[in-house]
């Protein structure tokens, strides 16, 4: 039943073997859009992801800073290319965070995103590209919109709340007493049980 009749192979890898994948395939991997650039902002990869949000297949060193057909700012004005967040990271040499915009594809639907531009850099620092990744943003702007819209309003309920904490700062210990006891006869609590 248990017999070593079988020959194990335990030789080395080549020692031209690679242990680790190409930077392109594992993109590829990644189900989010990713895609790079070189200093200059030309598309020198993107993997299906991006292809798939975008809705095009935008030309490796040609199209520059991102490959969406058009952009927006989430107010629906519209972001010029060499404004959009990657164009930025690069032009400026630092990493742009937090923004969200629009993607419009060649069939006119629009896609809100959040966009996580990265410098590529050398090993002495010289930036030598640059990498974004897109997350599709699943609220709508409009609800952002409409949350900070509700704000103020949330603000004015809260108000008659903190004038009732208030009265209740100013009132005496005696008084702070009496209202304790009716407050424990109300719910049969007893402070001698404790």
Same mark, same amino acid.
């Given at each position: 039943?248990?017999? $070593?009749?079988?020959?194990?192979?335990?030789? !080395?890898?080549?020692?031209?073997?690679?242990?680790?994948?190409? #930077?392109?395939?594992?993109?590829?991997?990644?189900?989010?859009?990713?895609?790079?650039?070189? +200093?200059?902002? #030309?598309?020198?990869?993107?993997?299906?992801?991006?292809?798939?949000?975008?809705?095009?297949?935008?030309?490796?060193?040609?199209?520059?800073? =991102? %490959?969406?057909?058009?952009?927006?700012?989430? $107010? &629906?004005?519209?972001? +010029?290319?060499? /404004? =959009?967040?990657?164009?930025?990271?690069?032009?400026? &040499?630092?990493?742009?965070? %937090?923004?969200?915009?629009?993607?419009?594809?060649?069939?006119?639907?629009?896609?809100?995103?959040?966009?996580?531009?990265?410098?590529?850099?050398?090993?002495?620092?010289?930036?030598?590209?640059?990498?974004?990744?897109?997350?599709?943003? /699943?609220?709508?702007?409009?609800?952002?919109?409409?949350?900070?819209?509700?704000?103020?309003?949330?603000?004015?309920?809260?108000?008659?709340? %903190?004038? &009732?904490?208030?009265?209740?700062?100013?009132?005496?210990?005696?008084?702070?007493? /009496?209202? /304790? %006891?009716?407050?424990?006869?109300?719910?049969? =609590?007893?402070?001698?049980? !404790?």
């Amino acid at each position: 039943m248990y017999s $070593d009749d079988f020959d194990y192979d335990f030789d !080395a890898p080549d020692s031209d073997w690679n242990y680790e994948p190409s #930077r392109a395939e594992l993109f590829r991997e990644i189900d989010a859009a990713v895609y790079t650039t070189d +200093p200059d902002g #030309r598309l020198t990869y993107y993997n299906e992801a991006a292809a798939a949000l975008w809705g095009r297949r935008p030309v490796l060193g040609l199209d520059r800073w =991102c %490959g969406s057909w058009r952009i927006y700012d989430t $107010d &629906g004005t519209p972001l +010029p290319h060499d /404004r =959009c967040p990657m164009a930025v990271t690069l032009q400026e &040499g630092h990493e742009v965070r %937090g923004a969200q915009a629009v993607l419009e594809r060649p069939d006119g639907t629009r896609v809100a995103f959040m966009p996580y531009p990265t410098l590529l850099r050398d090993e002495i620092g010289t930036v030598v590209g640059g990498a974004n990744i897109l997350l599709e943003v /699943r609220r709508p702007p409009q609800l952002q919109l409409a949350r900070e819209e509700r704000q103020p309003r949330e603000r004015e309920r809260e108000r008659p709340i %903190g004038r &009732g904490r208030a009265r209740l700062d100013r009132l005496s210990p005696a008084s702070l007493d /009496r209202t /304790r %006891g009716r407050v424990a006869l109300a719910t049969g =609590c007893d402070r001698s049980l !404790a």
